[in-house]
């Protein structure tokens, strides 16, 4: 039996690695496009962040600095 085994896999030993070597291929495709997926995830995510803080940036520069300012604004209705 261990002979019949080893005369087959003899035999058929270059398919069955380039079976191996496609299927490894395969896998590696998937495993970098998965990879590439979280990536511009990632940098959506940070891209989104940015924009919130830059907003919060830009509201706190043009909120009134003292109660004078804050009655001013809401006197012209631009508050």
Do not use: C, Y
């Not at 380039?18 to 997926?37: F, N």
């Amino acid at each position: 039996m261990g002979s019949i085994l080893k005369n087959w896999l003899s035999g058929h030993m270059l398919r069955l690695l380039g079976w191996g070597a496609a299927g490894l291929s395969v896998l590696v495709v998937l495993l970098g496009a998965r990879q590439a997926g979280r990536s511009a995830e990632r940098n959506d995510q940070l891209k989104k962040i940015i924009e919130v803080k830059n907003a919060q940036l830009r509201a706190t520069l043009d909120a009134p600095r003292t109660r004078s300012e804050l009655v001013d604004r809401l006197r012209r209705g631009k508050f």
